[in-house]
């Protein structure tokens, strides 16, 4: 009779074994939810992120266009074999070339003009007010060069009219369609201008 109310007991313990397995289980599922879920959570912000960095490249502001002092915008004149030097065909693009350049240069100069009235202020801290008039006498300074420019452009047009435009006032020799197109308001053949400036160099030493 003892030993059968022993018995009982050890088929109890069995039982709650059995019953903190399943427990157990659980326990590694629960913890790799959290993990799952944070994954996701990030590749949505990386993604919220790069938009934000494009869109910032794209405010960078542009650099202000000035107005340069050689003309570029021109396709270059290709003569063809035995081609008379300075013919009409010639003077025509060039004509062209210095139209187009004065009429850019002129756009610049009412530009500067439309910008200093609109930037005009009267400002209280004298640090700005300094800092407004040197960018304006740069600029005024830059204009006045090219209204000096301009100027030139015109007499070279005049030059072309009465046909003596692509000759070097030194010498007299032609003074060359690449050079011309280089620099379409030279006077003065590539050597000549070479000693020109070897003299002006001797004069200012």
Known sequence: MPTKAKAAPKTKTKAKAKAKAPGKA??????????KAKAPAKAKAKAKAAPKKKAAARKTPARKAT???????????????????MN???????RG????????????????VTHMKDEAANFPD?????????EFSLELRTRDRERKLIKKIDSTMERIEQDDYGFCDACGVEIGIKRLEARPTAS???DCKTLDEIKEKQELG
Not at 27 to 35: E, I, N, R
Not at 126 to 134: F, L
């Open 88 to 94: 009409e065909q010639q003077r025509d693009h060039f």
């Open 126 to 134: 004298p640090a700005d007010r300094a800092t407004q008039e040197e």
């Open 97 to 112: 070339i210095l139209m187009d350049w004065k009429s850019q240069l002129m756009q610049e100069v009412d530009r500067t």
């Open 188 to 190: 003065l053949c590539i």
């Open 26 to 35: 659980k326990s590694p599922a629960k913890a790799k939810t959290p993990a």
């Open 67 to 85: 107005a340069s002092t050689e003309f570029r915008n021109f396709v270059p004149y290709k003569p063809s074999r035995g081609e008379e030097y």
